[in-house]
């Protein structure tokens, strides 16, 4: 098929299903195309999926964009404008991840634009001008990377943010210059019954947009795979080496980087390269998952590692290199970072990174936008840092727009103020937690007339008072954020030039140390929308409240003033701020009743509460976008508040910590969209309601209650739940059966009730459960290997207390890691569970009344020798100890009450508490030089020998039991009894450093000791 456009030409009639083309013409259309653009002849076979471009501009299409847009996960360039186009932006618009290109101009779409638009990495051009949308621009990633913002936006008076003039809450997302990658133009046009074959295939619901007898121009491309595509040049061979190379040095356990083989570099994950010469400009190996779940969740096997091959240097087209949320375990960010002289976007935050930031940095003459921040963290026993003690490279970075360093060591740079003033083109400076103890109070010129965000938080400015500040000058700021100043030394009043910020937006000013009220000079401040005051001295809430600029109460957005002292009630002024959606106020001394303004916050989306002395009822009138509510750690008692049962949309609601009472409402069942609930430690009492576990809840806290029964089999059904807490209540009878089927469980505690029966099978299927604590049942029956053979993320283990044997048949390791196993008054024994040897990530093991008769193997010194507390008293454990603990790290050992024989070994240094009292112990006490001993356990032994002069090394030592053994000497003559009794009357001296200084109990009883008591 030849496909030639006529500019003036214009197709007419609707299009309608089957006509002019039966099934075998239509596969015959899909997969052979002839396109003759700019002269040449080109033949693209393939399938409606793989289409990489389409144009349906300059028509008159009308209807909705139907959803089912998104399935065409190749598209790297979209274009409706120009059209009668309604409804709203699809949803998920991001799934488009290859779009380069996006017009929507020139319709009459509606809503807002979706936050999923900020996934579009790749984009370099996007038009949604002159069409009816409202809200808050999305800011983020590559949408801020685009080149004249405030133009993609104009003829939609409903939208607000930056980067339009008009002003409503604002993210924390960098402004940054676009990456201004290869724009595609294409003449094509296509016939009536190819347009029809198309559409039926895959997008049957553009249809919609044809109704009427609407005129079509399809401008398209389509491919398959790389072996057919001709719209793209292929990637340069000697680039494709170098990714090769540098994949070679990375360490990539998920095989994220799979696709990294075949020919065409191009069509690589992560890759990206110009449509015009086939060179890489992009290289995109970002983590898929949020950052702080990869770290914090040990989700390792989704980190990239290894080492960052120099053949990367051959890219030297490259614009944009993300390297973000990975781990390159502490090695120095590579000198050779500083060749790419195109590069636009750098972004290494969260990757491990550590040693010095390098100067070459300030090579890259084209950048834009550069952000190292987050790689300072503690890993495997090593603290990665990554710092800078010199930042004059900077400023040589002409172009950039956004700097975040959050985290980076720069305690050394003092010059930091004025080399940022050499940024002109500056929009955004993230210096956050960065041990910055030194500014200016005035800069002679200042060149930042462009910042509009500055995070100097987590950085302690004890030098300079808060009030005498350059950043005071910076009229242009929209977002300030200034949490911990000076958090241990007070930082004065608030200062009048504040109130010449007129464009703030967002102000944090929490943990600060400001003692007083906001000065009387806000009038201007019409824009606030953000106000964090948390951890300050403010004391009168009513004032404070009255000192913000009236004009700004209906922006105000969120207000936060969380443990600021304030007493009081609160005021009914507050209904006033009417555009309120955050309200924290937890942390204080606010008593009486909630006013009923607080029901009048239409807008009021989260709402907390908690540790006040709040009472009476509970005014939610008609807040009905409620999503968050938290009234824990108060006063309120009774029923539970009825009006809480029509906030349908709570997602969050925490009561724990009041004298609720009476049995949980039933209305509970009904709140469809709740994600936790939170109701311990009231006095709730009776069944739990059976529709408790409806909806989407993931988090269920029925603690420390009176609730009695049966676990109801509405829980059963709560596919998403991930905690289940029901300790301390009266619950009884068997164990669900269906626990089973809670797939998704991470911790599950049912400890202190009056369960009985065998634990069920399944809870072997539970392979998230990361906690389970059964203890302090009547649970009876063995636990065997079923019931632990998926469990492979568990770390904390507690079945004590109940009448169960544990009978797990393996010489291999189990599955699971355990961190915490307590086993106390289970039948574990009468032999050594051989699985107990490799759990060697233990911190705590108690096997207290298991029944063990058995010599302790060698290997329980091995395998625990990094564990905090061992315990295994009251059992049958024969043989003698180690004759040196010195080389285990061990903090407390219990193993009183036993069979154990020889001598006391030699202490850890680091030991803490030892307790081997009623064994067969003999010998004479060790040399004793642990200063960290508090406890020393070793009565009823038949220990000789007289107490060694070390003891009175062990100074911290709070109890030391040494009767019923055969110790003799004169204690009287005891060194350490003779110097503490000295330096007690003695001049600068600190009795407290002594030995006996801090014992609190002492037992010497049933030896062979002589002399006076000293």
């Not at 989407?696 to 109801?712: A, C, E, M, R």
């Not at 240094?909 to 001993?933: A, E």
Request: proline fraction near 5%; charged fraction near 15%.
């Amino acid at each position: 098929m030849t496909l030639e456009q006529d500019k003036e030409e214009r197709f007419s009639g609707a299009i309608r299903y089957g006509i002019g083309i039966n099934d075998n013409e239509l596969v015959d259309y899909i997969e052979n195309i002839t396109v003759v653009t700019k002269g040449q002849e080109r033949l693209y076979t393939g399938e409606i999926i793989y289409m990489v471009n389409l144009d349906l501009s300059s028509n008159n299409l009308t209807g909705d964009i139907p959803e089912e847009i998104i399935s065409l996960v190749a598209l790297t360039n979209l274009n409706l404008s120009w059209n009668s186009l309604r409804g709203q932006i699809p949803e998920k618009i991001g799934s488009l991840s290859q779009l380069e290109s996006l017009d929507l101009s020139h319709n009459v779409l509606s809503g807002e634009i979706p936050s999923s638009i900020t996934s579009l990495t790749y984009l370099s051009h996007m038009n949604l001008s002159y069409n009816n949308l409202s809200g808050r621009i999305p800011a983020g990633n590559q949408l801020d990377v685009l080149e004249d913002p405030a133009s993609m936006y104009v003829g939609n008076i409903g939208l607000c943010g930056h980067p339009l003039p008009n002003n409503c809450y604002i993210n924390d997302d960098p402004k940054i210059e676009r990456d201004d990658l290869d724009k595609v133009s294409f003449h094509l046009s296509m016939i009536n019954g190819f347009v029809v074959g198309l559409l039926l295939v895959n997008m049957s619901k553009l249809a919609h947009l044809l109704r009427g007898g609407a005129a079509v121009i399809v401008w398209l491309l389509i491919s398959q795979t790389p072996s057919t595509c001709c719209v793209h040049a292929r990637c340069v061979a000697g680039e494709r080496d170098a990714l090769l190379s540098f994949k070679a040095s990375l360490l990539d356990p998920s095989g994220r980087l799979s696709s990294w083989q075949g020919d065409d570099c191009c069509q690589w994950k992560g890759v990206r390269c110009s449509n015009k010469t086939g060179n890489v400009i992009a290289l995109n190996l970002r983590n898929p998952n949020d950052c702080w779940y990869a770290f914090y969740y040990c989700d390792e096997l989704s980190l990239l590692g290894g080492e960052l091959n120099s053949s990367l240097t051959t890219l030297q087209h490259l614009r944009h290199l993300d390297l973000s949320c990975n781990f390159f375990n502490g090695t120095s960010i590579p000198v050779f970072m500083g060749s790419f002289k195109n590069l636009r976007y750098l972004n290494l935050s969260w990757a491990g990174f550590g040693g010095k930031i390098p100067s070459q940095l300030g090579n890259l003459s084209s950048l834009q936008y550069l952000d190292v921040s987050w790689n300072n963290f503690f890993y495997q026993q090593n603290i990665f840092s990554l710092s800078s003690t010199d930042l004059s490279w900077l400023p040589r970075l002409t172009f950039l727009r956004h700097v975040d360093m959050a985290e980076v060591d720069l305690r050394s740079v003092r010059d930091w103020v004025h080399v940022v003033n050499m940024l002109p083109a500056l929009q955004v400076l993230r210096l956050s937690d960065c041990g910055i103890n030194h500014t200016v109070s005035k800069l002679s010129h200042s060149n930042l007339t462009n910042l509009e965000v500055l995070d100097l938080s987590y950085n302690q400015f004890y030098h300079t008072p808060l009030q005498h500040n350059w950043f005071w000058d910076l009229t242009s700021l929209e977002e300030l954020y200034l949490s911990e100043y000076a958090l241990f030394a007070p930082a004065g009043p608030i200062p009048d030039r504040l109130g010449n910020m007129s464009a703030l937006r967002v102000l944090d000013l929490s943990y600060s140390s400001i003692v007083g009220l906001f000065p009387k000079t806000l009038e201007n401040m019409c824009n606030l929308q953000v106000l964090r005051m948390d951890g300050n001295n403010i004391a009168d809430l009513r004032e404070f409240m009255e000192r913000l600029p009236m004009c700004s109460w209906n922006s105000l957005e969120e207000l936060s003033l969380k443990y600021t002292n304030m007493s009081g009630t609160l005021p009914t002024l507050i209904r006033k701020m009417s555009n309120l959606s955050v309200l924290l106020l937890s942390g204080n001394i606010l008593d009486g009743e909630l006013p009923a303004g607080v029901g009048a916050l239409g807008s009021l989306k989260i709402l907390e509460l908690s540790n006040n002395n709040f009472s009476g009822l509970v005014p939610l009138g008609t807040v009905s976008s409620l999503n968050a509510l938290d009234l824990s750690y108060n006063k309120f008692s009774g029923f539970m508040p009825l009006e809480i049962g029509a906030v349908s949309n709570l997602k969050e609601l925490v009561l724990s910590y009041n004298n609720f009472s009476g049995p949980a409402p039933s209305w509970i069942g009904a709140l469809a969209n709740l994600e936790m609930l939170d109701l311990s430690y009231n006095n709730f009492s009776g069944p739990v309601p059976l529709g408790i576990g409806a909806g989407n809840l993931k988090i269920l806290y029925l603690d420390n209650n009176k609730f009695s029964g049966f676990v109801p089999l509405g829980i059963g059904a709560v596919s998403h739940l991930e905690e289940l807490y029901l300790r301390y209540n009266n619950f009884s009878g068997p164990a669900p059966s269906w626990i089973g089927a809670l797939g998704n469980l991470e911790i599950m505690d049912l400890s202190h009730n009056s369960f009985s029966g065998p634990v069920p099978l399944g809870i072997g299927s539970l392979s998230n459960l990361t906690t389970l604590d059964l203890s302090y049942n009547r649970f009876q029956g063995v636990i065997s290997e079923e019931h632990v053979e998926r469990l492979s993320r568990l770390k904390y283990l507690d079945l004590s207390y109940n009448f169960l044997k544990i009978d797990i048949h393996t010489n291999s390791s189990p599955p699971f890691k355990l961190r915490i196993a307590a086993f106390r008054s289970c039948q574990l024994g009468p032999r050594f569970p051989m699985w107990l040897r490799w759990q060697t990530d233990i911190d705590a093991l108690v096997l207290e009344n298991t029944k063990l008769d058995d010599v302790i193997p060698d290997w329980f010194w091995v395998t625990f020798s990094r564990a905090s507390f061992l315990q295994a008293s009251q059992n049958r454990l024969r043989g003698s100890l180690p004759a040196n603990l010195k080389r285990i790290s061990v903090d407390r050992i219990y193993l009183g009450s036993n069979l154990l024989t020889g001598q006391v070994p030699q202490l850890p240094i680091s030991m803490s508490r030892l307790n081997l009292s009623s064994n067969h112990l003999s010998g004479p006490l060790p040399f004793l030089k642990s200063p960290r001993l508090e406890e020393l356990l070793l009565a009823n032994n038949n220990i000789t020998g007289s107490i060694p002069p070390s003891m009175c090394q062990s100074t911290g030592l709070k109890r030391l039991d040494l009767s019923g053994n055969k110790i003799t000497g004169d204690l009287e003559q005891m060194q350490c009894w003779k110097e503490f009794d000295n330096t007690s009357s003695m001049p600068n001296t600190n009795p407290a450093d002594h030995f006996g200084s801090k014992m609190l109990s002492l037992a010497l009883n049933n030896n062979e000791l002589s002399g006076e008591f000293p």
